[in-house]
């Protein structure tokens, strides 16, 4: 059974810093494009990062790449997104999807499998 978990989402201060997990279970994580997405309340939901399975390749979101990174652990089958100067307006469930071939871009709808999502809240 295809599993996603994410993990690492919590209560920060503004300027403070996050990293979320994600760990596969029931697949190996290095072969699939691995995405990063927010949803907060009352808006849709975006794409903040993504991996690539074949490539590795590394996409942001628009202006996402000075603060937020992301990283993949083979060995524990896992991808990270490490998160800094984090801001009030980051407030939002983080979940990552996965999906395999092609290339990863930061549509959510070419993403087959989600995570139950992590909640995030930027604040003092």
């Known amino acids: 059974q295809v599993q996603l978990v994410e993990s690492g989402g919590g209560l920060v201060q503004p300027g403070g810093s996050l990293r979320l997990s994600c760990t596969a279970y029931?697949?190996?994580?290095?072969?699939?494009?691995i995405g990063w997405f927010r949803q907060a309340p009352g808006k849709e939901r975006e794409g903040i990062s993504c991996?690539?399975?074949?490539?590795?390749?590394?996409g942001y979101l628009y202006g996402m790449s000075g603060r937020f990174t992301i990283s993949r652990d083979n060995a524990k089958n896992t991808v990270y997104l490490q998160m800094n100067s984090l801001k009030p307006e980051d407030t939002a469930v983080y979940y990552c999807?996965?999906?395999?071939?092609?290339?990863?871009?930061?549509?959510?709808?070419?993403?087959?499998?989600w995570g139950q999502g992590t909640q995030v809240t930027v604040s003092s």
């Open positions: 991996i690539g399975g074949s490539d590795g390749d590394i």
């Open positions: 999807a996965s999906f395999y071939g092609g290339r990863c871009r930061l549509i959510a709808r070419e993403y087959d499998d």
């Open positions: 029931g697949f190996t994580l290095d072969s699939y494009n």
